[in-house]
């Protein structure tokens, strides 16, 4: 698994018995001998450096050499320009966006898939309930969307924004259940939401993580 120096990296490689490979990018034009300290945490841990002039474009050809499972990344901006977004549209793995674990973090209970409905929410469904699977938790579907969904002007009222959000809601949670039919047995579920909030961001910390 490739990473950032953070201690939630070994807690996921521990739960999936993995080694792991912690992975620094720098630019053609920087200094190539400065590596990251290894984290520990109880497991094999390799350190290697890629030179490249894009970070997601590195840590994408480092884990394909080393045939990574999964990538980690730490505490990194969110949004669509942020490393995680882009090397998870072009490293064809997953990606896991995780917080500085403190050294010692009990086991994972709960994997959250963030579910769209869309064309490839199947295959995302299909690597989380794997995940789940793998570290022996449950598996939770949630959805998110604003509370004044995009085709909503501003002029139309909160009685149409609320009749909006409400068939949304009806929608994706339908659309969860038919996604939970066609998944493989052998999973433990945690239950399905649809959470609104102002911005999709304040709708994803409102459902609570453990």
Do not use: K, Y
């Not at 912690?22 to 497991?43: E, F, N, Q």
């Not at 433990?188 to 709708?203: M, N, R």
């Amino acid at each position: 698994d490739v990473t950032n120096s953070n201690m939630a990296a070994p807690l996921l490689a521990r739960t999936f018995g993995e080694s792991l490979l912690l992975c620094s990018v720098v630019s053609p034009d920087g200094d190539t001998t400065a590596a990251p300290a290894p984290p520990g945490g109880g497991v094999p841990v390799e350190v290697t450096q890629v030179v490249d002039r894009s970070v997601p474009g590195g840590l994408a050809r480092a884990a394909h050499a080393h045939q990574a499972g999964l990538v980690v990344l730490g505490d990194a901006p969110r949004g669509p320009g942020s490393v995680g977004a882009r090397l998870a549209r072009a490293s064809g793995l997953p990606v896991a966006l995780a917080g500085a674990a403190p050294s010692g973090s009990g086991p994972i209970t709960r994997v959250t898939c963030a579910f769209d409905a869309g064309r490839r929410a199947p295959a995302v469904l299909a690597a989380a309930a794997d995940l789940a699977r793998r570290a022996g938790a449950a598996l939770r579907l949630a959805s998110f969307g604003p509370q004044r969904p995009p085709t909503v002007p501003p002029e139309a009222g909160l009685d149409v924004e609320r009749a909006v959000v409400e068939q949304w809601r009806a929608q994706v949670l339908t659309a969860q259940r038919d996604a939970l039919d066609d998944l493989a047995p052998g999973v433990e579920l945690a239950g399905t939401l649809a959470a609104v909030g102002p911005t999709v961001e304040e709708a994803v910390t409102s459902v609570g993580w453990d």
